[in-house]
């Protein structure tokens, strides 16, 4: 039997049954969209939560000091010391946060001179970020809210008003420094507390040793020197710790954030999904199987008239195929849209500006995996109800005609 006239039949038989396959049309449409929305929005919620939470820079950082009056080379040789184990990747000295007062008239509340942490990805939302080895410069957070002690009022500055602009701050100790404001960052980070003005570390390390030597025993900080231990891996972090309590005695800055409900979260959306993802494969092959089913008399009439088994999978198969294939471009359409038009947009309003910011796409990787469930799944059935025709008796089929 020629090709040709198989897709005539197969056309015919799509035709003729209009009613279930508008029907099947919409299970498959329906079933795609929820598919890749919610495999879309989980992935993105999970790297959220691997890097933002569970890899946050304060889960990967151990912090330790050494009184000021231990010897260079004793320090040199403790530090070379922590350097050497596993999964270390930085140790560096870091200084104490200023707080400083801007002289200049332009801003009027207490402000804090911190530093950027190494292995942390600042995002800037305007101007540029500053290399460490430059000097007399900042940037500011994206909204400052700055109170007026005179007019007790408090005004929101948008820091991109302020790039370009020299601004002069006044520490502890009087010592004044001009700045110039190169950026503006996010401080959706639970690590920022908003009234930070970041400057690069050298230039704190060089400020609290002015503070320090300025303020003749009365300053604030100490001259004790603070280290952070970078470690590659917040999984690493445990069995670091252990290892560097040989030289010092490490300890850790908690997060802000509480990390376990969202990995519970997550296990239990995946969970869902899972669920969720068995339960389309499982209608959508009760469906089929059903459908097929009722066209035991076709199927019948078929083999009456010489078709072979291999002839009969083609015209299931290609018949099933062709209205998943439509349904499914359809679903995928309908997503995009949603996506756009809908989810995004709500994800906007509800995470938007924060750590947990996240948009969700269509990925082909998800279409092309529930085409090839789907593929899967027909086959089965196909070759399921050709079996089934083999081991019927014709002659019973057509007398029930």
């Not at 200049?104 to 460490?132: P, Q």
Request: net charge negative; hydrophobic share 45%; charged share 20%.
């Amino acid at each position: 039997m020629k090709n040709k006239k198989l897709g005539m039949l197969v056309k015919a038989s799509i035709l003729s049954r209009k009613g279930a396959t508008i029907f099947f049309c919409c299970f498959m449409v329906i079933a795609t969209i929820l598919v890749l929305v919610s495999a879309g929005a989980v992935m993105p919620l999970k790297n959220n939560i691997d890097q933002n939470i569970n890899n946050h820079i304060l889960n990967r950082e151990l912090n330790f000091e050494i009184n000021e009056n231990t010897p260079q080379n004793e320090i040199d040789d403790t530090i070379s010391s922590i350097k050497s184990i596993e999964h270390i990747t930085n140790v560096y000295n870091v200084p104490a946060e200023l707080d400083v007062k801007e002289t200049s008239g332009v801003l009027f509340s207490d402000y804090t001179l911190s530093y950027v942490h190494e292995g942390y990805n600042l995002k800037i939302t305007s101007g540029r970020a500053f290399k460490e080895n430059e000097e007399n410069v900042a940037v500011v957070p994206e909204v400052l809210k700055d109170f007026n002690s005179e007019s007790q009022r408090i005004n929101k500055i948008d820091g991109k008003t302020l790039v370009g602009k020299n601004l002069i701050f006044a520490d502890e100790s009087g010592k004044e420094h001009k700045l110039k404001i190169v950026g503006v960052y996010n401080t959706s980070d639970p690590i920022f507390t908003g009234n930070q003005i970041l400057i690069p570390r050298n230039s704190l390390i060089e400020f609290n040793n002015e503070v320090i030597a300025n303020a003749k025993g009365m300053a604030s900080i100490t001259s004790d020197k603070a280290y952070k231990i970078l470690v590659d891996d917040a999984k690493n972090l445990e069995s670091v710790q252990s290892e560097v309590s040989s030289y010092c005695e490490p300890y850790t800055m908690d997060l802000n954030f509480d990390s376990q409900s969202y990995n519970v979260a997550l296990i239990i959306i995946i969970g869902s999904i899972v669920f969720f993802a068995l339960f389309v494969i499982a209608g959508q092959y009760m469906f089929v199987k059903s459908n097929i089913s009722r066209r035991t008399e076709e199927l019948a009439l078929y083999r009456s008239l010489g078709y072979k088994s291999n002839q009969l999978f083609y015209i299931i198969f290609a018949e099933y195929f062709l209205i998943g294939i439509i349904s499914i471009a359809v679903g995928t359409i309908l997503t995009v849209l949603l996506d756009i038009l809908l989810i995004n947009p709500y994800l906007m309003n509800l995470v938007g500006n924060t750590m947990m910011e996240m948009t969700v796409n269509v990925s082909a990787v998800y279409i092309l995996l529930f085409l090839v469930i789907y593929l899967i799944v027909l086959a089965i059935v196909s070759i399921w109800a050709v079996k089934r025709s083999e081991k019927t008796d014709l002659s019973v089929l057509l007398r029930e005609r």
